[in-house]
Each structure stands twice: as structure tokens, then as C-alpha cells.
């Protein structure tokens, strides 16, 4: 056991800070042109994007998860900018790296890595959510045309959205995952239509999207036909991000108890409170245990194949996510009846935007119900459910 | 950066399992303690066959007989001992040998260390705290005891012990008065002192982690073979998900202990503040853990018959022993935020 970084890595760090002090100053954080220029000679010193092919406009490294957990932390530091959020360099770009032809991978990837070509996710539908298997947007080929029908919800990002990752069925004779395709789609087009949702919190962040013969070349399929299933279940596999849960929950901690002191000193209940206190350091118990889990997993060579501590990651993250939500209710004291939509500028009672978004935690990605079946099935050996969503 | 145990490290915790598993199962543990009754003494052949391994030296340098190796290893073999259930008051063995090691004179280090490292000569712990009793005070041959910052060393002959009727079959405990005039030990200061109660923290929440995994092992391993309805247990959706969260809430753990143990051994700052979180994690998650597997192995959990009764008192007396997990969260939110102002509880 070996908790610190090495000479090799520590080496790394004093490169890191040496480009950020040298390429980096916090009041340009607004000046979209200073940040891309910056963002672009981050790329060029290898730390940002870093495993992406240096054709694509990545940095073209080998993977090394200690590298890009020094420059998370160097970044951080330093409040400066990384990668790109969203849809399309989570998931299009390591998607189309790993499935997309050449023809696919120079068209797509460049302007999603410089963030002109925005991506939804067409994954789910109204009567595929858990059962996501049983989607029934169908895609036939007519000519060398996809031509597309039927409807998608929760789809993320989808105002705003260029283009759409989209799960069909293309072979309507083939059960379940057999029959999907993972094809790509063009969102302004007459068959398209995004009806945003709003959500609890009143703010809208995913839609539902409307396809009526929408139409995408046919080249534009991701992998086989029939093999979309295997397809849409690539992940970052290199360089996982397993630590950055934890830190942000470390970060939330701290707010979480900054809070208790503002509500102390106007009256609230606060940090002098015995049974705040020890609430607190229940939470602090789960926290630390996700760090020491994110550091195993970290530490170990699981391959593809997830093992048990991997498969416990989102129970462990929602656990944390509803202790601190509870916790902050109880020391918000009046704020927690003031609609943060509503008041400005927003108090304390943005807290209750976490508290909304901590069922978020246990909902998206898969329920933690359908996780604890993968949980049974894949991680403890039980027997299989024949109507588990255990893929 | 490497957060896991070396090589050795799984032989070890192997071989203490192994050992167990084969030589002294937790039925024989319990027949023994139970025809014993409260005489001392019934856990000797555990005890021999444990110190033939090399357990009672594993802090012990080797200078004075002993392996000579770090809080981890001594985790390690704690995470084994918790696992088996096995007899035997090791944790206060080991924390008062180190006491000694550390705080002892030569005279002292000389006199007891090589028989305390190779097991004849056995060691318990006299801590003055609430809900903290003597592990095998009466098979004790000598004491560490605290008062305050200070330790001194006690024998028999300076001491009255009476068995009080503990929950845990597997480890006996006794009331202690002291009769004689205790024995300084000048090399301990309060430091030492803190040290003894952090290591104690760390290997008790090892221990609870390895009875939590030997629980929740022993349920998978039952929901597997136990039908009803024409098909296995494990296979009803209500069992998978109560078995899953079982997992959610032991397998996360071990990194608690584990790091606060290496904390120890790297001497970090944060060391006695993360073996007092794990040792209150663990101790609350342990006895949750085998309350559900006793749930859901249905009557014959609840016998005396199935061994997870052991279990769920061994985590009773963890739970208390050296802090329960409430005192020591006020402990902690002291540490860390100051003391609560004006009262305002």
C-alpha cells in the first residue's frame, strides 16, 4: 500500500503547475476566446482530451489514470478549464472512437471536440425506461436512407442539440437487444420535434423528441445492424473517472457545513447541534468510504467486466447525494420553503435544487432497483430474473 | 500510487482464515465457550494454534521475539480473526504488548515481550472508559491499564477479576479492580496513550468489517441453495435487492480501516481521526449487516443452531468496546469543527 504519487508523478505535477502559471490567469474565466485559446494549448501540452488521437484534436497519450488525476487536481487548483462537458465528448466522441468508421470519426469528432457540433441521447422512450431493451423506434432502410419513427424521452440536452445518438430497431423479425441499431441523426430536419419537459425543479434539462419520418443516410450506422445494444454501452474506459465522485462530494461537505454555520449565526439550527453533528459524520463515514473504494478500484485491473465494489459505485454516490440532501433540509430552516426559481437573487434555498437533484442521483442512468438486480446478478452470483434488466 | 494490500498481505489474512476454518470453527468455538461456562482458559488450544502462526508477536519487533510488522498487517490478521469469529481477547493482547514495546523499560521490554510474542504469556487491557470491560482479564498473565495519560503494568497478583456475563461467547469479559500498586510503564505519555486507543480503534473496525463480510458471504451462499415456491430464494427480486443492499453496506468499508491503519504506520496527521470514523462506521454497519442476515436466512437465522448469533454478538461488544459510534462522532465534529457554541443543543 502506497498512498503517494512517486517521484515519476510529483514530476508531472510541478510540469502541470509550471504550464498553468505560465498559460493560465482566473480572470480570463469569462472570455470564451481566452479560454478556447487556452483550452487549445492545454490539449498541445498533453493534458487535456488526452487520450483522444492527436487527428481528432486530442493530445494522443497513453492512458494513465494518475496523470489525469494530477491534472484534475492541478486544474482544479487553479479553477481552469478542462474538457468540455456534455453529451458529446462524454459519449459520442469515445463512442465513435471506439465504433465509427474513418469516414464517421472525421466528420463528427473534430467540431464535437471543439464544441460547434452539439449531441443528444436517444436512448430511452415512454414505454422503454428500465426495460430499455424493448424500445420500439423502428428504422428501415428505403434506398440508402434511414427512415425513422416513434418517440424518445428523457433526452438530454436535446434543445439545442445538433445531433442525436439514437437507438432503433432495424430488425423488427429479431427479439429485443438483438434488433437495435445505433445510428446518428440529424435534429433539424421536418421529423424532428423537441417538446422540452420541465422538471421538478421547474427548469428544463431533457425533452421529449418526436420522430415522424426523420431520415439519416445510411451510412450513418454506428457499428453492424443488430449490434446497437453493444454499441451504446461503451463508456470511457480508459482513464475512468472514478475518483472525481468522490471529490465532488468532498467539495459538498465543505458547503454543506459552511451552510450549518450560516444558519447558526441567524438563529437556524447549525453546527452546535448534537444530532447535526452526528449526522454530519455519518455522511463524512460514507464519503470517506467512497474515496477508499474510488482508490481500490483505482488500484486494480477489473478489465471490462465490472467487479462487485464497481457495480456498488451508484448506491454508494445516491446514499451521500440523500444524506446530504436531508441534512441540508434540516438546517435550511425557512429557505426551505423559498422556490430558488423564483427568488433573486437565490439565498440558501438553492440547497434545494441538490435536494430535487439527489432523486435525480437514484433515477438517471438506470434506477438504483434495476442496479441492485445487477448488483445480485453480476456481482454476487444470484440467479437471473428473467424480467431483470440485468445487460 | 498503490491502495491495496501486498502479496503477503492476502497470505496472511489467508492463512489466519484457513487456520480458523479448519482447526476452529465457530460451532466449536461456541460448544467450547458454552461447556466452559465462566471459567477461563476454555480458548487455549486457539490460542496456541493462532501463536504458532506468529500472531502474538505481530507488533512485537524482532528484536524481542516478535514479526515485527506495521498496524496494517496487524489489521489484516484482525480482519481474519473477525471473519472466523475466532476465541481469544487478541486485540487487547496486541494493544498492550505495543504499550509495552513502546513505554515499557528495558527491564520490562526483556521481561515480557518474547513470552507475549510467542504466545505463553498472554496480555489484556484495562482502559478506563465507559463501556470499554477487560477482554480475558482472568487469562491474563500481565496488564496494561491507563489512567489518564499515564500506563502502568499490573499482574494477578495486584488485581481482582470477576467474570461479568457477557453477550459474546467468543471473547470473555471481566470486571477489574485493582488491589496492588501498578508498575510505570516511564516511557508512555499521553501520546502513546492516543496511539494505543487509535490502533484499538483500527483493529476493532477490522474486525467488524471481516464478521460483516463473513455474514454477508454466508447469505449469498444461502439464497443460493434455500427454495420455496418451487425456486430458489435468491432468485425473488425482494431477496436480491435486501442482499444487494447488504453489499452496498459492508463491501465499501474496508478502505476505512485499511487507511486508517497505513495512516498509522505513515504516521499522517489524519491517522486517530480516521480510525475513530471507521471504527464508528464499522461498528454500526456490523451489527446492521448481521441483523439483515439473520432476516434473511428467515427461522434458521434466528437459532442458536446457525453461527450469524456469534456474529451479531461479537458486533455488540465491537460496537461498544473503546467508544461506541455516537461518542465518537461528537468526538470527531469536535476535532473538526470546535466545540458547539453557547450550548445550543
Known sequence: MDLSYGAQYEQFRTEVRAFLDENWN??????????????????????????????????????????????????????????????GIALAVPTLLRWGTAEQKERFIPPTMAGTLRWCQGY????????????????????????????????????????????ARTEPDTPRRAGLSYLLMDMSQPGVEVRPLRQITGSSEFSEVFLTGARTPADLLVGERGQGWTVSRTTLAAERTTLAAPETSAQLFASLVKLARRSERSGGRG??????????????????????????????????????????????????????????????????YLDPQLST???????????????????????????????????????????GATA | MNFDLSPEQYLLEETVRGYLQKDQPVGRTLAAAEAAGSEPGWDGPAWKGLAELGLGGILVSEEHGGLGLGLLDAAVAAQALGYGAAPGPWIA????????????????????????????????????????????????????????????????????????????????????TVTGTP??????????????????????????????????????????????????????????????????????????????????????????????????????????????????????????????HVYLKRALLNREYLGDPESLRQELATLEFGAPVGGAT
Open chain 1, 271 to 336: 453546527l452546535s447541534d448534537t444530532r447535526i453533528r452526528s449526522e454530519l459524520m455519518k455522511l463524512r463515514g460514507w464519503i470517506e468510504a467512497q474515496r477508499y473504494s474510488a482508490l481500490i478500484q483505482a488500484s486494480r485491473d477489473t478489465g471490462d467486466a465490472p467487479d462487485l465494489l464497481q457495480l456498488l459505485n451508484k448506491l454508494v454516490h445516491t446514499e451521500v447525494a440523500m444524506r446530504v440532501s436531508r441534512i441540508a433540509l434540516e438546517v435550511l430552516g425557512p429557505a426551505g
Open chain 2, 93 to 176: 493482547h496486541w494493544l498492550a504488548t505495543a504499550a509495552i514495546m513502546h513505554g515499557g523499560s528495558q527491564q520490562q521490554r526483556s521481561r515480557w515481550l518474547p513470552g507475549l510474542a510467542d504466545g505463553s504469556l498472554r496480555a489484556s487491557l484495562i482502559w478506563d472508559q465507559r463501556g470499554t470491560p477487560v477482554l480475558g482479564g482472568r487469562s491474563a498473565d500481565v496488564m496494561v491499564l491507563r489512567r489518564g495519560d499515564a500506563l502502568a503494568l499490573l499482574t494477578p497478583d495486584g488485581m481482582a477479576a470477576q467474570a461479568l456475563p457477557g453477550i459474546d461467547y467468543t471473547r470473555p469479559i471481566d470486571e477489574v
Open chain 2, 183 to 308: 508498575e510505570p510503564l516511564d516511557g508512555a505519555d499521553a501520546e502513546l496513550v492516543r496511539w494505543v486507543r487509535g490502533a484499538g480503534h483500527t483493529l476493532v473496525a477490522a474486525d467488524s468489517f471481516g464478521g460483516s463480510l463473513r455474514v454477508l458471504e454466508a447469505t449469498v451462499a444461502y439464497v443460493k441453495v434455500r427454495q420455496q415456491f418451487g425456486q430458489l430464494i435468491g432468485a425473488f427480486q425482494a431477496v436480491k435487492h435486501q442482499v444487494a443492499d447488504l453489499a452496498f453496506l459492508v463491501e465499501p468499508c474496508r478502505g476505512l480501516y485499511w487507511y486508517a491503519a497505513y495512516a498509522y504506520d505513515e504516521g499522517l496527521p489524519d491517522a486517530a481521526a480516521a480510525a475513530a470514523l471507521a471504527k464508528a462506521h464499522l461498528g454500526d454497519a456490523y451489527v446492521q449487516a448481521v441483523r439483515d442476515a439473520i432476516e434473511l436466512h428467515g427461522g434458521i437465522g434466528y437459532t442458536w443452531e446457525c453461527d450469524l
Open chain 1, 26 to 87: 482566473a480572470a480570463g474565466a469569462k472570455d470564451r476566446a481566452y479560454v478556447g485559446d487556452f483550452r487549445a494549448r492545454a490539449v498541445r501540452a498533453g493534458l487535456i482530451y488526452r487520450t483522444v488521437p492527436v487527428e481528432f484534436g486530442g493530445a494522443g497519450q497513453e492512458p494513465d489514470a494518475m496523470r489525469a488525476q494530477v491534472v484534475r487536481e492541478e486544474f482544479g487548483r487553479a479553477k481552469a478549464p478542462r474538457e468540455l462537458g456534455g453529451i
Open chain 1, 124 to 167: 430511452s422512450e415512454p414505454e422503454a425506461g428500465s426495460d430499455l431493451e424493448s424500445l420500439r423506434t423502428t428504422a428501415v432502410l428505403e434506398g440508402d436512407e434511414w427512415v425513422i419513427n416513434g418517440q424518445k424521452v428523457w433526452t438530454s440536452e436535446a434543445s439545442g442539440a445538433h445531433w442525436m445518438l439514437l437507438l
Open chain 1, 345 to 387: 437573487p437565490p439565498g440558501d434555498e438553492r440547497w434545494l435544487n441538490q435536494f430535487f437533484g439527489s432523486l435525480g442521483v437514484a433515477i438517471a442512468g438506470g434506477t438504483s432497483n434495476i442496479q441492485r438486480n445487477i448488483i445480485a446478478e453480476r456481482g454476487l452470483g444470484l440467479p437471473r430474473d428473467e424480467a
